[in-house]
């Protein structure tokens, strides 16, 4: 009886099934900001999904069993790389017996090898200095000129990938990358606002953001990447940023407040949210995130 | 497609090409096209809801964890119908953190002492370890005061060695709550093997197990080797929890452990029945779990315990019902 | 003596290694009824778990004297787990298992439950949930299984202690005949003395003020209650 209705519903399933989406290359990206750029220099040509919303730390995502599908299908799966997915997206990836995205494969992109990583470990990684990343800081998304040589490398792959819409990629590239160009230019009075300014940030995320805009980065609430903040750093961490005249908290809203909050009212300053990525699920673009950022950070620092 | 086509090689140049200009020359000369293409960026990035035919597509990629929630969840069904009367509910949290407490020890003595140990064995053995603690903990300890002590120990154990440890974070927690999205082919190998010793295990037993807890010193009068059949229970489900903690996660492990038993208690009222619902509920809700957290897109091992969680009020309903 | 079941020798209860009671030699015999009687607190139940083996004692020794002894206990009320989900037949099985063989026998052991709740006139009651019998329910299948479990010696803690004094004087005959039937003896803790006089062959005597611990005949009960410690 069980097995009839269980083949029962198989078969209205089957019935059911919408036709599969006109032929476009499948994009997978692990986080927003890289399906903002995928689906930017792709166009109509792709459809990207991205594994993680802004609300998620990337260092740790829960993915879902509908992402694993679509990892399963894809042609193109896009990383940030440096370790950052390291906790998550292997056993997604060997999960989903889809041999285009495996390590090596032209299906595979770490896109932290298109850009100059900051923060790269000169000497070996011990571990007792924390979440340490060997390959270098990952977070180099909040920088728009890293964004771009990105944005540029995904364009090229999906030219690989799919030779027949090469030129179409090839306009959109040139097309985002004066977009962000013209976007950089008016941020200049904003930058130039920022230069110099110390602020705290919750976590080493901020590095490239702080090497665009001249913000200074005075030290972190976390003690080393990845571990909490004791009682002992906080102290040393306040007596600091009032020594440097820091009085911005400026942490993604991903990462935890209380802390932070401490830190920003000892400090007679205020915390600063800013998106952990680009609301590319609800339509934003990556311009618009850097702008909005932007707009956070000359506001409030 | 490890090379690309030779004809679109010229293109291809011309991407790097667009690196090679200078900033400044564009700047400030917004053109229709760019205006185009950002409010075009994210179209694509609509997402319709998953259906249940994408999942019938999938299901070659989804058999594998949902066979572990499903071995998972009749096996802890069963065991925890022994559990839940021992009112001993909580030693399963204990039991998780204390394999975490082996992971963690396992990464910790490599740093510090760079003894290489895998991961998996460590927390199989700390859970063995605490299993037995507990199975032998002084009579004028409570048992509720013995799992709170293992609990508070194993917990501050992890924190103080994980705080030496924060490299591997990513690590312990992969190792230790298994995302339960998808699942290693040998995750389902090592769960099948818990859930057979347990079902061995409680075939074996289940009578004499019944006996020691309905009247323990009845039990021992009668030549029963109380502690070692307390002892055997103990690792067995120490073995099933650590296993399918790895595989699927604490909180799934949790929920399956207690409350499709207490559905069975609610709704049967001889042990047969229980056992049968218990089993029953624990693979219904590993699995259905899995198949509601696909199509409502929701975490699975929150979905897996909600829906063990909602066949709790149903099986009282049952019982309402039928009296 | 050839029909001796189990000695104590010198034997002194406790806790922590200190004694609470006077050191006492008692020998248990084929077929014989045991009252124990004494005060709340006066160390009963201390004393038959130790002679039991559940606790340590601080001195002296028990010895089984035929080998396999077959032993049978029923602890106070409060020491079941009355809300496990059991039929009354599970109960009445549960007497029936040993140390060994457990796996086998299936058939004989259905058999040996089946004649131990129809001893009880208990028949009736076998599929029924044991959480929803009343107390003098509950106690007859109680001593169903210890009829089922063919032991030569059960130890019985209090049986009749949530009973009225109709329910007491037919659990009592109900005892008797289990022991009849069984050949097996007895060792039963009670306050009830007009029973005990009634139906016990020896008696253990513990008289908590005085720290005493006596053993002898049924003349023990009429010294006790010529104290005055009991009503």
Redesign the interface.
């Known amino acids: 009886m069980i097995r009839m209705i269980f083949s029962l519903l198989l078969c209205a399933a089957c019935f059911w099934a919408a036709p599969r989406a006109e032929a476009k290359l499948s994009v997978v990206a692990t986080t927003p900001d890289l399906a903002a750029l995928a689906s930017a220099v792709g166009g109509e040509r792709v459809s990207v999904k991205a594994l993680s919303s802004p609300a998620q730390d990337p260092h740790w995502v829960d993915a879902k069993p509908s992402l694993a599908l679509e990892l399963s299908h894809a042609e193109l799966l896009l990383a940030v790389g440096a370790e950052l997915e390291l906790g998550w997206l292997p056993t997604l990836q060997l999960g989903s017996r889809n041999g285009r995205v495996q390590l090596g494969a032209r299906g595979f992109l770490d896109c932290s090898t298109l850009v100059d990583l900051l923060e790269r470990p000169t000497t070996r990684v011990d571990r007792s200095q924390g979440d340490i990343h060997p390959s270098g800081n990952p977070h180099y998304l909040l920088d728009p000129r890293a964004a771009e040589r990105v944005a540029v490398g995904i364009g090229k792959r999906l030219a690989e990938l799919d030779p027949e819409g090469s030129s179409l990629y090839l306009e959109r590239t040139k097309a985002f990358v004066t977009s962000l160009r013209d976007a950089r230019a008016r941020f200049q009075k904003s930058l130039e606002k920022l230069k110099g300014r110390p602020i705290v940030a919750y976590h080493r995320s901020l590095a490239y953001l702080a090497e665009w805009t001249g913000l200074v980065v005075v030290d972190h609430i976390e003690s080393k990447p990845g571990v909490p903040p004791d009682p002992r750093h906080v102290a040393e961490l306040i007596a600091l940023a009032r020594q440097k005249g820091a009085r911005t908290v400026v942490q993604e809203a991903f990462h935890p407040t209380r802390t932070s909050q401490l830190v920003a009212e000892k400090l007679a300053g205020k915390l600063l949210r800013i998106p952990g990525a680009t609301n590319f699920q609800g339509g934003q673009s990556y311009v618009a995130f850097i702008e909005q950022v932007l707009k956070q950070l000359t506001e409030g620092v | 497609?490890?090379e690309?086509?030779p004809?679109?090689r010229p293109?291809?140049d011309?991407?790097?090409q667009?690196?090679e200009t200078e900033?400044a020359e564009?700047?400030?000369?917004?053109?229709a096209?760019?205006?185009?293409?950002?409010?075009?960026?994210?179209?694509?990035?609509?997402?319709a809801s998953?259906?249940?035919?994408?999942?019938?597509?999938?299901i070659?990629?989804?058999r594998?964890?949902i066979a572990c929630a499903v071995l998972a969840g009749a096996g802890l069904g069963a065991l925890g119908v022994f559990v839940v009367?021992r009112r001993a509910v909580f030693v399963t949290a204990t039991l998780s953190q204390a394999a975490g407490l082996g992971v963690v020890l396992a990464f910790f003595l490599e740093?510090q002492c760079g003894l290489q140990l895998p991961p998996l064995a460590c927390a199989l053995t700390t859970t063995l370890a605490c299993a037995f603690l507990l199975g032998v903990r002084p009579r004028r300890l409570s048992q509720e005061t013995a799992v709170a002590f293992v609990y508070l120990a194993a917990s501050a154990l992890v924190v103080l060695l994980g705080?030496?440890?924060?490299?591997?974070?990513?690590?312990v927690?992969?190792i230790l709550f298994?995302?339960a999205?998808?699942?290693?082919p040998e995750d389902v190998l090592w769960v099948l093997g818990g859930t057979l010793s347990a079902a061995a295990m409680l075939a074996?037993l289940t009578?004499?197990l019944?006996?020691a807890?309905?009247?323990?010193?009845?039990?021992?009068?009668?030549?029963?080797?109380v502690r070692r059949l307390e002892l055997a229970f103990w690792s067995v489900f120490a073995l099933e929890v650590s296993v399918a903690t790895r595989a699927l996660g604490a909180l799934p492990v949790f929920a399956f452990a207690v409350l499709p038993a207490t559905a069975g208690?609610l709704c049967?009222?001889?042990?047969p029945?229980?056992m049968a619902v218990a089993v029953a509920a624990g693979a219904l809700s590993g699995g259905l779990g899995?198949l509601c957290?696909?199509l409502l897109?929701?975490?699975?091992g929150a979905s897996q315990a909600a829906l063990a969680a909602a066949l709790v009020p149903l099986a009282w309903m049952l019982r309402r019902a039928r009296a | 003596m050839s029909d001796a079941l189990l000695s104590a020798h010198a034997l002194c209860v406790g806790y922590s290694g200190r004694a609470i009671l006077p050191a006492i030699d008692v020998t248990i015999r084929s077929r014989e009824l045991w009252v124990v009687t004494g005060q709340n607190g006066s160390g009963k139940t201390t004393w038959i778990k130790t002679l039991l083996g559940l606790l340590e004692p601080v001195s002296g020794s028990v010895r089984h004297e035929r080998p396999g002894l077959g032993l049978a206990y029923l602890g106070q009320r409060q020491e079941l787990e009355s809300h496990y989900p059991v039929a009354v037949k599970d109960v009445v099985a549960m007497g029936t298992l040993r140390e060994k063989g457990w796996l086998s026998g299936r058939a004989q052991r259905r058999r040996r439950v089946l004649r131990a709740l129809e001893l009880m006139g208990a028949t009736e009651l076998a599929e029924q949930p044991f959480s929803e019998l009343s107390e003098g329910q509950k106690q007859r299948v109680l001593l169903a299984r210890i009829q089922a479990s063919d032991c030569e010696l059960a130890v019985l803690d209090e049986p009749t202690s949530a009973m009225d004094a109709g329910a007491e004087e037919s659990a009592w005959q109900l005892l008797k005949a289990v022991q009849r039937e069984s050949s097996l003896s007895l060792l039963v803790v009670t306050h009830a003395l007009e029973l005990a006089r009634k139906y016990a062959d020896r008696v253990l005597r513990f008289d908590r003020e005085r720290r005493e611990l006596s053993a002898g005949g049924v003349e023990l009960l009429g010294e006790y209650a010529a104290h005055g410690t009991r009503p």
């Not at chain 2, 564009?26 to 053109?31: I, L």
């Not at chain 2, 096209?33 to 609509?46: D, L, M, N, Q, R």
């Not at chain 2, 897109?297 to 699975?300: A, G, H, M, S």
């Open positions: 497609m490890t690309p086509a004809s679109v293109e291809l011309a991407f790097d667009l690196l900033p564009t700047r400030g000369a917004a053109s096209a760019s205006a185009k293409t950002v409010a075009h960026e994210a179209a694509s990035g609509v997402e998953p259906s249940l035919s994408q999942f019938v597509d999938g070659g990629l989804y594998d964890p009367l740093i705080a030496r440890i924060a490299q591997e974070a990513h690590d927690a992969a298994g995302t999205v998808l699942v290693r074996a009578r004499p019944l006996f807890g309905f009247d323990r010193d009845g039990a021992r009068v009668q030549g029963l080797p208690l049967a009222r001889r042990l029945g229980v899995y957290a696909f897109e929701l975490p699975v």
